[in-house]
T-cell receptor
Framework: DAKTTQPPSMDCAEGRAANLPCNHS???????VYWYRQIHSQGPQYIIH???NNETNEMASLIITEDRKSSTLILPHATLRDTAVYYC?????????????FGGGTRVLVKP | NAGVTQTPKFRILKIGQSMTLQCAQD?????MYWYRQDPGMGLKLIYY???????DKGEVPNGYNVSRSTTEDFPLRLELAAPSQTSVYFC???????????FGQGTRLTVV
């Protein structure tokens, strides 16, 4: 699986958009970009995924650059409950198990 | 649905003792995984299974064993516990072809 690089931490003001960058310059053509988050040592929670098109769901938006070497997770209106560690993961779903490789993630602190 | 259920939530073991961490899911997922998370670090894959009777090693399998006799259950066995196995253990599951993995709430294990 391709390696990802994320900033170790970032702060965000409550109510503002939070833009979380991720670099994955060695991504392969069949690899997806996944985002998970982990709130206060709970089990990780799936947020969103994409292959090459931008994606949006009720939690967030995912913007993937045209060359697919980087992406940005956007939390449109951050709340205090969005304080968490956010993991960007690149992986190819395969028949033998969709194994996720977690890096260090970005620790996001949403401030009032 | 309960999702992914892990027991126990907390456990203290003495060096050399053994124990089994239980994981059960009620979503009829074929794929199941065990991860460990050391303080301040990302999750590392220990073992995974793509179906009953099939298991395979992940990134850090030494000191652990697994079995998968049913679709629902995926227990993790620690033999001869060592202080290096002090960690939080997460079980996860997903369907083949699905991009969303569901995680349990974790088992916090301390070996003294």
């Amino acid at each position: 699986d391709a390696k990802t690089t994320q900033p170790p931490s970032m702060d965000c003001a409550e109510g503002r958009a939070a833009n979380l960058p991720c670099n994955h310059s060695t991504i392969s053509g069949n690899e997806y970009v996944y985002w998970y988050r982990q709130i206060h040592s709970q089990g990780p929670q799936y947020i969103i995924h994409g292959l090459k098109n931008n994606e949006t769901n009720e939690m967030a938006s995912l913007i993937i650059t045209e060359d697919r070497k980087s992406s940005t997770l956007i939390l449109p209106h951050a709340t205090l409950r969005d304080t968490a560690v956010y993991y960007c993961i690149v992986s190819a779903p395969i028949a033998a198990g969709n194994k996720l490789t977690f890096g260090g993630g970005t620790r996001v602190l949403v401030k009032p | 649905n309960a999702g992914v259920t892990q027991t126990p939530k907390f456990r203290i073991l003495k060096i050399g003792q053994s124990m089994t961490l239980q994981c059960a899911q009620d979503m009829n997922h074929n794929y199941m995984y065990w991860y460990r998370q050391d303080p301040g670090m990302g999750l590392k894959l220990i073992y995974y299974s793509v179906g009953a009777g099939i298991t395979d090693k992940g990134e850090v399998p030494n000191g652990y064993n697994v079995s998968r006799s049913t679709t629902e259950d995926f227990p993790l066995r620690l033999e001869l516990a060592a202080p290096s196995q002090t960690s939080v253990y997460f079980c996860a599951s997903n369907r083949p072809g699905s991009t969303e993995a569901f995680f349990g709430q974790g088992t916090r294990l301390t070996v003294v």
